[in-house]
Every structure is written in structure tokens, then in C-alpha cells.
Nanobody, 120 residues
Framework: QLQLVESGGGLVQPGGSLRLSCAASGFTLDYHAVRWFRQAPGKEREGISCIGNSGGFTNYADSVKGRFTISRDNANNTAYLQMNSLKPEATAVYYC?????????????WGQGTQVIVSS
């Protein structure tokens, strides 16, 4: 079975940090770019970051630029999202997806999501 599984979410205070993981199984992640999305309650899904298959290309939405960092470790078949200086508006379910390339919109495989709550 082809799967992506997100982990690392939880409750954090404003200004705190979390690192999310996106672990692939059943396929080789280094054939894919990896994209992170989030969906806050009552809002549409927002694309927040993407990393190319070798890690040489990254991009970020303006809403997270300068505070979030995307990375990957192809030897471990895993991608990451380091989230710093978290704001309450970052509260959302975070999803990763394997995609052919960051420059497109198609995705091959979606993860199930992990909840992040930023609150005091």
C-alpha cells in the first residue's frame, strides 16, 4: 500500500515550535516533490510549502515565510516541516502530499493529516 503518514502535531503555546514529519511507505519518496498544506476550521485548504525531489528547490506561502522550513531526508523516506514562532492562526490540520513537481498542481498521494493547536 502506498502511504504518507504525518506526525508531530499537538498543542503548543504561541511563539513555540513544532516539527512535523511526513513518512512514506510502499514507495520511494525521492521520486517525488513533497508539498505541505493546512486546513483551519471553517476555511479552505491552503498550500504552505513545497520541496523538490532532491531538496534543491523550496518555496513558501507568504503566511509562513521566514518562520517555517521544509526539508527532507530521502535516506529515511521522510520529509519535514519545522514550524517556529507559531501564531494562533496556525491552528489547523496539516497534510503532506507527494507530487510530481513543485511547479504543478497534481498530487500522487495524500497523507491523513496531523492536528496542530496553537493556544495559551
Amino acid at each position: 500500500q502506498l502511504q504518507l503518514v504525518e506526525s508531530g502535531g499537538g498543542l503548543v503555546q504561541p511563539g513555540g515550535s513544532l516539527r512535523l514529519s511526513c513518512a512514506a511507505s510502499g514507495f520511494t519518496l525521492d521520486y517525488h516533490a513533497v508539498r505541505w498544506f493546512r486546513q483551519a476550521p471553517g476555511k479552505e485548504r491552503e498550500g504552505i510549502s513545497c520541496i523538490g525531489n532532491s531538496g534543491g528547490f523550496t518555496n513558501y506561502a507568504d503566511s509562513v515565510k521566514g518562520r517555517f522550513t521544509i526539508s527532507r531526508d530521502n535516506a529515511n523516506n521522510t520529509a519535514y516541516l519545522q514550524m517556529n514562532s507559531l501564531k494562533p492562526e496556525a491552528t489547523a490540520v496539516y497534510y503532506c502530499a507527494a507530487t510530481p513537481r513543485c511547479g504543478g498542481t497534481l498530487v500522487d498521494i495524500w497523507g491523513q493529516g496531523t492536528q496542530v493547536i496553537v493556544s495559551s
